[in-house]
């Protein structure tokens, strides 16, 4: 699966709003957005505080696995 439509559906599993998730990784809005939209990807902090917040490996968050 794209990281871009993982992301959001990871997001949406667990009911936030793209301002709730930015929040929590602490980036701006519109950064949380393009991720999403898939205009850019983050960097490796990012991607960490990602999976962190989803409570799911790299890989899984990634679209290399699809084993959480």
Do not use: W
């Not at 990784?25 to 519109?30: K, M, S």
């Amino acid at each position: 699966m794209e990281f871009s439509k993982r992301l959001r559906e990871l997001r949406k599993e667990k009911n936030e709003t793209q301002v709730q998730t930015a929040k929590a990784i602490e980036v701006t809005e519109r950064q949380y957005q393009r991720f999403e939209a898939g205009e850019n990807y983050p960097g490796f902090e990012n991607l960490c505080a990602l999976a962190d917040h989803f409570s799911v490996s790299l890989d899984y968050l990634s679209g290399r696995t699809d084993k959480r």
